[in-house]
């Protein structure tokens, strides 16, 4: 199956530092990936969908302007927690689909699976 | 808004016994219901619905969708420590394709 991996899987750093966190998609192209937030004992939350080339759509309530997304290639992308809170603490994870791809019968579908990455811990102290 | 509800919210059950996860769920332009197993980690794929009625099954695991009802249930059979885990289940809807989670269920089982 696809392989997404994240790093770092943990993270310790200082209030007011930048952290950056990379989500690649090791044994396929991702034109869409997706980052989630996960705080303890919830569900994961969506942050934002990042398609390759273009700027990031942010959900309702995430400040784009801390959480700094970039899609350049295919195979990476990255989320930059900038003037990091103790607040932002949380269980980061992203998520990788597949492009379109065309069946058998030449339609053209689009694939509804996500593949996630294994998550990084953001401790900010 | 997209909502996706997961009842119950924890469970704990002995080895060997059968559970029942439910997901309702409310969205505009439905596409697929995904199960997700999550552990320590992220979340593990484990099944994903398109069309009503039919059971997928791995395993002691099996899932079905009613999409006139707009719920789904995840069974396990025969549950072994192993299976203790948080059980999520997302919703895709529109173009974008975009997963909503449900606040997930937390099942312990116990040896």
């Known amino acids: 199956g696809a392989v997404v991996s994240q790093h770092p899987s943990r993270v310790i750093c200082k209030s007011g530092t930048s952290v950056k966190i990379e989500c690649r998609s090791l044994d396929f192209q991702a034109t869409t990936m997706f980052w989630y937030r996960q705080f303890p004992k919830q569900s994961l939350m969506l942050m934002a969908t990042s398609n390759e080339g273009s700027k990031a759509t942010y959900e309702q309530g995430v400040e784009k302007d801390k959480f700094l997304i970039n899609h350049a290639s295919l195979t990476l992308s990255t989320l930059t927690v900038t003037s990091a809170h103790p607040e932002d603490s949380s269980f980061y994870i992203c998520?990788?689909?597949?492009?379109?791809?065309?069946?058998?019968?030449?339609?053209?579908?689009?694939?509804?699976?996500?593949?996630f990455g294994p998550g990084t811990r953001l401790t900010v102290t | 808004e997209d909502k996706v509800v997961q009842s119950p919210l924890s469970l704990v059950v002995h080895e060997g016994d059968t559970v029942t996860l439910n997901c309702s769920y409310e969205?505009?332009?439905?596409?697929?219901l995904l199960w997700y197993k999550q552990e320590k980690k992220a979340p593990t794929f484990l099944f994903m619905l398109?069309?009503?009625?039919i059971e997928k099954k791995s395993g002691r695991l099996s899932s079905i969708l009613d999409k006139k009802e707009l719920f789904s249930i995840l069974n396990i059979t025969a549950t072994q420590t192993g299976d203790s885990a948080v059980y999520l289940c997302?919703?895709?809807?529109?173009?974008?394709?975009?997963?909503?989670f449900g606040s997930g269920t937390q099942l312990t089982v116990l040896p």
């Open positions: 398109t069309s009503s009625g």
């Open positions: 998520s990788a689909r597949e492009p379109p791809y065309i069946t058998s019968t030449g339609t053209l579908r689009s694939s509804y699976e996500q593949y």
């Open positions: 969205v505009t332009n439905f596409r697929s």
């Open positions: 997302a919703v895709t809807s529109g173009s974008a394709r975009q997963l909503t």
